[in-house]
């Protein structure tokens, strides 16, 4: 069961997106960026006027000898270049206002899109890879869309001005001066196509860098109490290392490329100016017509200069978007269903049910048949691996059946809406998820609405409360990344108050009370025991001693059923419950029941 694309899978260089679609990234912000752009061609449009009125500076002084109109001259191009620093100013502020917005409009875009695809996407992709994409790649996107190219049009515009005037002024000193843009063009396309390579390459090793570092510094306790610190260091810096190659090898190119532009416009300037020299010599050019004319070229040259790099840009921006599209056009497996389920009595009936990892190559769970009246407890035993939490997440909709049914309240389970379905559930999982946010934002988990006062309510009764308020802030205190402040009894008693605020029908409980002390279990076990009250209830019990509350218990093994029945009929008659709880130590685990029973 695997969330599908239609695009390849990233490190196979999807195919580029169509400029159609590129620019529909920034339809929404168009009003900002055609604004920018209108900035950007007034400012070309005084810069087309600025080398014809500097050759009038030149002719009024060397030709004319008139220092009145040198004077006014002068005058009126500071008024231009006041022009162009107000024009300046507007073009940059719109530039970066609407860039800011368009990238934070991406980033929600692509964020909200991976929250809605099944945990089978994430399990195949590393978080530092899909943080690369949020980051490196959407920064990318934003820079080319609101900066590259709009300058890219402004270049266009204004060496096509610029050709037209230089037309006009002089038909043979233009020709010359287009000798530099077939060099340009050619090297631009040639140096292009390694850059998009190149680009692609740096960005997977700077995801798989980060990725590599996201899991080591998770894991930082780990990795301190085995004396990995080297062995990490050391696998870090391979990653590095590998990524400083592919940065050294896009700065050749780079340079190269920039290298090769620069020695064709000044070599073309070199030449207009031999070859504008000779037509001053023979009194077909004047000097300010000569200085203009070298202006021009000059633009010509930073014009082409542009618009070659827009187009190496371009081949980045394809790249970075392909990678971006690729998530867009991912679809979960898990495809929402149209029937509402607005109340629920809490039954479940599971039928023939098959269920097979994609990468395991073995089911997980296999012909598995039984039914949970309204209000019952199940117990689920078994070794690791014998799909109990694969039921779980089965319940949960993160994975649909490879075989058989799965109803509750009669429904088939592809057919509810999502959303009504997990509002109906409520889960204490093993392993508690936290924000690093406060409490009380954790808490709100359970029910975005809730009030102070029952938050407070939820964790009283899950014997939360008292150590809540010997925290610093109380219900304000950061509990810091995946709630690290907190002891693993502190993180599992949030969670079951999260579950008090959830009011769910069924209830899926992953021992929760395995990280409790003594005395907290008690506490626990009463408020779980009221939460459990008419609520169909799942437990998947590690240690036997919480199986025997439950009404009825499920052995499984090998994602089968080889049991069931209450604690005594299956001690009685299952061989593999019977070795189980012998070598469990009933005696270590009495403490923590309400009503201990003799040991057989």
Known sequence: MTAHSDSPDQRGAPPAADARRLFGLARGYLGGLLLATLMMLIGGAIGLATPLVAGRVVDAALVDSDSGALNRIVLGLLGLFAALGIVAFLEHWLIRRTGARLLLDLRTRVFDHLLTLSPVYFNERPTGELLSRLGTDLTLVQASLTRQIPGGIQALLRFAGTLIILLVIQTRLTLVALVVVPPVVLVAIYYGRRLEKLSREERDATADAGARSEETLAGIRTVQAFQQESSESGAYAAHLASLLGIQFRNAKVEGAFGGMVQFSAFSAFAVVLWYGGRLMLEGQLTPGELTSFLLYTFSIAVSVGTLGALYAALRELRGASARIFEILDTRSDIADGSQTLQSCEGRIEIEKLDFEYASSGRPALRDLSFSVSPGETIGLVGPSGSGKSTLFSLLLRFYDPTRGSLRIDGHELRDLRLADLRRQIGIVPQDIFLHSGTVAENLRFGDPLASDARLEEAAARAGALE??????????????????????????????????????????????????????????????????????????????????????????????????????????????????????????????????????
């Open 467 to 600: 150590f809540i308020e010997q925290l610093g802030e109380g219900f304000q205190t950061r509990v810091g990344q995946r709630g690290i402040r907190l002891s693993g009894g502190e993180r599992q008693r949030l969670a079951i108050a999260r579950a008090f605020l959830r009011d769910p029908r069924i209830l899926l409980l992953d021992e929760a009370t395995s990280a409790l002390d003594p005395d907290s279990e008690r506490i626990v076990a009463r408020a779980l025991a009221e939460l459990m009250q008419d609520r169909t209830t799942l437990v998947i019990a590690h240690r036997l001693v919480t199986a025997r509350r439950a009404d009825r218990i499920l052995v499984l093994e090998d994602g089968h059923i080889v049991g069931a029945g209450t604690h005594d009929q299956l001690f009685a008659s299952n061989e593999l419950y019977a070795r189980y709880w012998t070598l469990q130590s009933l005696e270590d685990l009495e403490p923590a029941l309400e009503d201990p029973e003799p040991n057989h």
